[in-house]
């Protein structure tokens, strides 16, 4: 996209804000197929076992971490492009 | 899970039922609106020069956030999903609550993955994946590899639409009687299927894009009913789980077994892990996805729906829970654990808002097929008809001939549905999930690296195939002799797991070894004709253009 402007990318791959990114990214990953941790019928919620609201709760847990996720690789793009155009 | 002499009686117990007048009223309104709109989206942001796979197969690239996450919502969350995960559950209890946790690994997935592919594809004026993979390593044998699998396993996921819409007729007591003529009998679902077939050939992708707006605002509406409605009238939750255990506790289909339970127990743990695991891996190779997403305005477009599309893993987490209200509510399925859901609607339902339930469904039914079938034919027109049988197609040909194979697609799914029973839609979704896995090496691994070679991916891919669909022949059930189910015991490790993840990795596997076995033997490699810069563009960038001009769909770009 920026060949001509800006050389090759030298910048490092690995960069801190992507090694967050990925760990809110993988996190579920973790949690999810742990199922040992969660196979069990106590605490219920409203009488709903807690195998079944857990995994419901990791709907939302995962859905904020896809969001941090997302605004950090944003935020990073932005900067990059800010800094590689110019 | 049926056999024939249930059917028959799923049938005649519909048959002496009667019709629901204000039900089937409700229903045919909303039907009725819903082909009014498909046919009306031909008109919908319809651009200038529209006789090409871009406009029809993936309305012109254009949508923004809100209509992809209608599409992918409309796509990903099908009919079949509706009726089946309630329905596993009645029968089976926790392990069919695994479509929660895959789901939820769906979107990280998507997130890291296919922004990437979106770049490369906008960039190129790729429309399938097979035109990726031709791309990326200069292999047509490969490219058709990709292109087959994706057509085989779509066809019966749209066989499986129908399937999920006569569920919703039998109780809606138009399925026919045992007796009747078969075209009276099947008169209903092949009007539904005409008007599908006829919208998705004149509006492509705009259609089920329109029609998902309707889909998914009564399906919400649906379940957000359910889930407070039904609950109350049944005693609370406590008593609806109190019940669901004493179920699923007692002896089921398997002798010395219990039907289920209520959590997974240690020994199916890993069959529940590496089915959620293995079917988010393979939901986002399905063809109908990647159209979903590719379809989107912007590389953004798709983050940003990650992070809103959960929330239908979160109606589906509720809607789950329907099957263990359908066990305390005693819903008489008729030996079809399919009928649980519609039956229990109806049971629980006033008339007039069952048929908005089932308009629900049956809506829901029409989006995904017609999805589907636009990407089947995307598929073959871009990879079996360009590639091979007539390379010079103007992109006007390639667009009727995508409208024409889109009709095929849909015929032959009827064709299945209507002479073949329900299983045998049932055992090939399965296959197709397992068989659309194997592709993943070629695509994702093309993605991120050039790493592997074409021939190793290429035989990796006919071992994961030749595996898996040998392992899940060899499962029984005890209702069939073979494809019984879809998770069998892991070689080397001994636990119960998903046939299509083992093939996977033996996949994968295969592809590491051959690739060092080529690199080291000069085997040819093909040509790349991306480049690493190619896979981070975004509109708007310099030498992106935002919108393709029609004829990129014909000349790839860069040679």
Not at chain 2, 263 to 284: D, E, R
Not at chain 2, 529 to 555: F, H, I, K, N, Q
């Amino acid at each position: 996209m920026t060949q001509s402007a800006a050389p090759p990318d030298r910048r490092p791959v690995i960069t801190p804000t992507r090694v967050i990114a990925g760990v809110c990214l993988i996190a579920p990953f973790v949690a999810m197929l742990w199922v040992s941790s969660y196979a069990r019928v106590e605490p219920t919620l409203i009488g709903i076992p807690f195998f079944y609201w857990y995994q419901m709760a990791w709907v939302l847990i995962s859905t904020v971490l896809t969001m941090v996720a997302y605004k950090l690789v944003q935020r990073e793009q932005r900067a990059r492009k800010g800094g590689g155009s110019q | 899970m049926t056999n024939a002499p249930e059917a028959a009686a799923v049938l005649a117990g519909s048959a002496t039922k009667g019709v629901n007048g204000v039900a089937l009223a409700v229903f045919v309104f909303f039907f009725l609106a819903v082909t009014v709109m498909g046919f009306l989206a031909a008109r919908w942001r319809k651009a200038d020069e529209s006789a090409n796979l871009d406009e029809w197969g993936l309305g012109g690239r254009s949508f923004g956030t809100w209509v992809t996450w209608f599409l992918l919502g409309g796509d990903l969350y099908t009919a079949y999903t509706f009726v089946a995960v309630p329905a596993a559950i009645y029968a089976a209890g926790a392990a069919g609550f695994f479509a929660v946790p895959y789901t939820i690994l769906v979107y990280p997935l998507i997130f890291t993955f296919l922004p990437r592919l979106w770049s490369v594809s906008h960039k190129h004026g790729y429309v399938t994946t097979s035109d990726f993979v031709r791309g990326r390593f200069g292999s047509k044998g490969l490219s058709l590899a990709v292109a087959l699998t994706g057509i085989l396993a779509t066809m019966p996921y749209i066989a499986l639409q129908l399937v999920g819409i006569q569920a919703v007729l039998d109780v809606l007591g138009i399925g026919g009687g045992a007796n009747t003529n078969w075209f009276v009998k099947d008169l209903p679902l092949l009007i539904a299927f005409a008007v599908l077939a006829a919208y998705t050939y004149s509006s492509g992708l705009r259609a089920p894009a329109l029609i998902a707006f309707v889909k998914d605002g009564l399906i919400y509406l649906v379940i957000t009913v359910a889930i407070i409605y039904i609950p109350i009238k049944l005693g609370g939750f406590d008593a609806i789980f109190h019940s669901a255990g004493k179920a699923l506790s007692q002896p089921g289909a398997v002798p010395g077994k219990p039907r289920g339970e209520l959590v997974s127990g240690p020994n199916a743990q890993w069959a529940y892990a590496t089915l959620a695991l293995g079917s988010a891996l393979a939901l986002f190779m399905y063809p109908h996805s990647i159209t979903a997403t590719l379809s989107s305005r912007s590389r953004n477009v798709i983050r940003r729906n990650t992070t809103i599309l959960p929330l239908y893993s979160l109606m589906l987490g509720l809607l789950a829970l329907l099957g263990f209200m359908a066990i305390k509510a005693g819903t008489d399925i008729q030996g079809n654990p399919q009928l649980a859901i519609p039956q229990l609607f109806e049971d629980m339902f006033p008339s007039w808002f069952t048929g908005v339930a089932f308009a629900a469904i049956g809506i829901g039914a029409l989006v995904p097929a017609a999805i589907m079938s636009i990407a089947a034919a995307n598929l073959f027109t871009r990879n079996v008809y360009k590639d091979f049988l007539k390379p010079d197609a103007t992109p006007a040909q390639e667009h009727k001939v995508a409208k024409l194979v889109s009709l095929l697609v849909k015929v032959g799914a009827l064709v299945f549905v209507l002479t073949m029973d329900k299983t045998v839609a049932i055992n090939f979704q399965l296959l197709g999930g397992i068989w659309i896995l194997q592709t993943m090496p070629s695509l994702v691994g093309g993605l991120f690296t050039r790493w592997f070679h074409r021939w190793a991916l290429l035989t990796g891919w006919a071992v994961g195939m030749l595996y898996g669909t040998l392992a899940a022949y060899g499962v029984a059930s005890p209702t069939q002799a073979h494809f019984g189910g879809s998770s069998k015991e892991i070689p080397g490790i001994g636990e119960i797991g998903y046939i299509g993840l083992t093939a996977f990795v033996l996949n994968v596997v295969v592809s590491v070894v051959l690739t060092f076995a080529l690199k080291a033997a000069k085997a040819p490699d093909g040509i790349d004709e991306t480049s690493p810069a190619d896979y981070t563009a975004d509109a708007g960038d310099r030498g992106v253009v935002v919108e393709l001009p029609p004829a990129t769909a014909g000349a790839p770009a860069g040679h």
